[in-house]
């Protein structure tokens, strides 16, 4: 799975839009690109994911570079609620050899989101 | 619909003591998973399973077994526990391929310390 780079924290005001950016300069064409975010002691929530159009859900909205190098999640109106560290992935989609492939998530040290009044 | 669900929540253990890890989903998904995050690090995938009877090994599955003798039950056991393997341990579930959904759903996870 193509490594990705994320920044490790960033601040957002309460009801502004929260964009996270995230390069994943070595992806290769048929690997989406997820969104995970973990709010703290929670198990990690599922927010988005892409090929290569953006996506919007009534979580967030990807957007991913023509290139594919990298995108940007987007929270339109950032509450408090918010705040978590959300993890950028890179994966392929679909089962590998022997059907023992598929769904393995790396999860790399994601951007920490604070988001304040 | 109760989702992903882990048993028990806290646990604390003394070096040498086995336990039993339960995740339960009722989802009716093919695929499960265990991982365990370690202060400040994101997910490592220790054992997952692509269905009922089969299991596989992740990227850090020693100390670990596994077994998945029911479709909805994943358990993760450790014979022999030992202070490296304090951590808290998340269960996973998804459907496979072309059934439309293709995210993991996460359960609340299970904190184990080991003395």
């Known amino acids: 799975d193509a490594k990705t780079t994320q920044p490790p924290s960033m601040d957002c005001a309460e009801g502004r839009a929260a964009n996270l950016p995230c390069n994943h300069s070595?992806?290769?064409?048929?690997?989406?690109v997820y969104w995970y975010r973990q709010i703290h002691s929670q198990g990690p929530q599922y927010i988005i994911h892409g090929l290569k159009n953006n996506e919007t859900n009534e979580m967030a909205s990807l957007i991913i570079t023509e290139d594919r190098k990298s995108s940007t999640l987007i929270l339109p109106h950032a509450t408090l609620r918010d705040t978590a560290v959300y993890y950028c992935i890179v994966r392929v989609q679909g089962v590998g050899a022997g059907g023992t492939s598929y769904g393995k998530l790396t999860f790399g040290q994601g951007t920490i989101l604070t988001v304040h009044p | 619909n109760a989702g992903v669900t882990q048993t028990p929540k806290f646990r604390v253990l003394k070096t040498g003591q086995s336990m039993t890890l339960l995740c339960a989903q009722d989802m009716n998904h093919e695929y499960m998973y265990w991982y365990r995050q370690d202060p400040g690090m994101g997910l490592r995938l220790i054992h997952y399973s692509v269905g009922e009877g089969t299991t596989a090994k992740g990227e850090v599955p020693d100390g670990y077994n596994v077994s998945r003798l029911k479709k909805q039950n994943f358990l993760l056991g450790l014979e022999s526990a030992a202070p490296s393997q304090t951590s808290v341990y998340f269960c996973?579930?998804?459907?496979?391929?072309?059934?439309?959904?293709?995210?993991?759903?996460f359960g609340p996870g299970t904190r184990l310390t080991v003395t």
């Open positions: 070595t992806i290769s064409g048929n690997e989406y």
């Open positions: 996973a579930s998804s459907a496979p391929p072309g059934q439309g959904e293709r995210e993991q759903y």
